[in-house]
């Protein structure tokens, strides 16, 4: 469902119907000559996953899916992360309505939609983070306490179905490129203060996130609509 790339493309992560989240060195697949080799893999999603990416200093991979989480997988492709590592029961044992102790290796959750999560994005010059999902949202997530305090800013409304894919506009980080199911692109558009502060996240993250978010950071917001060509 998802290919993407680490920020230096040394790596890229795929995420697909299996529910696994799988990580893949560039390097070793170009020597392999075909005979392909995962790097690492993470199974912390309850059903497939649509959606991976990389932090933009590589060090975390957020996912989205079906079970409508957004998960916070620490990465640094060190020692530590050894090919076919999965902490699949230290998640299950460690994560109690989103809350961990959080250590090495642990997985977070940052948040939740109403419905499947389709895609994710971060934005480049701040830390922030747009998800989309089935729940026809696009959602906005600040990180500048860090991945594992991720707050929800507001939920941004317009498509008339899921929506399928969102991009965070290139040196923007008030804008979302989204597109969905009523066939629409939309650039989305809300009032957020710029920062140059980097997103903060590492190999060892410490938080206490909620699932639960409230309907009052629903907001309407400006939109410029590409309709299909008839």
């Not at 020597?31 to 990389?54: K, L």
């Not at 079970?67 to 460690?94: C, K, V, W």
């Not at 597109?179 to 939309?186: A, E, L």
Request: net charge neutral; aromatic share 6%; glycine share 10%.
């Amino acid at each position: 469902h998802s290919v993407r790339f680490s920020p230096d493309d040394r790596w890229f992560v795929t995420a697909g119907e299996d529910g696994v989240v799988r990580v893949w060195n560039v390097q070793a697949i170009r020597a392999s000559e075909g005979n392909y080799r995962e790097f690492q893999r993470f199974e912390g999603h309850d059903g497939p996953v649509y959606a991976a990416a990389f932090s933009p200093d590589g060090n975390t991979i957020v996912t989205g899916g079906r079970d409508r989480r957004l998960l916070a997988i620490p990465f640094d492709g060190g020692e530590t992360n050894q090919p076919g590592y999965s902490p699949a029961e230290d998640i299950r044992q460690r994560l109690s309505d989103g809350a961990v102790e959080a250590g090495d290796n642990d997985v977070l959750v940052l948040g939740a939609h109403d419905g499947a999560v389709r895609s994710v994005s971060f934005a480049d010059e701040a830390p922030i983070l747009f998800s989309a999902g089935q729940d026809h949202a696009v959602r906005v997530w600040d990180l500048s306490a860090g991945l594992g305090e991720a707050r929800l800013l507001k939920t941004l409304r317009g498509h008339g179905g899921w929506v399928s894919d969102c991009v965070a506009m290139p040196g923007d980080p008030n804008s979302v490129l989204s597109g969905g199911y009523d066939r629409r692109v939309r650039l989305m558009a809300r009032s957020m203060t710029s920062t140059s502060n980097p997103v903060k996240s590492s190999s060892r993250i410490s938080a206490t996130p909620s699932l639960s978010r409230s309907a009052r950071n629903t907001m309407s917001v400006p939109q410029v609509t590409i309709s299909p060509s008839r």
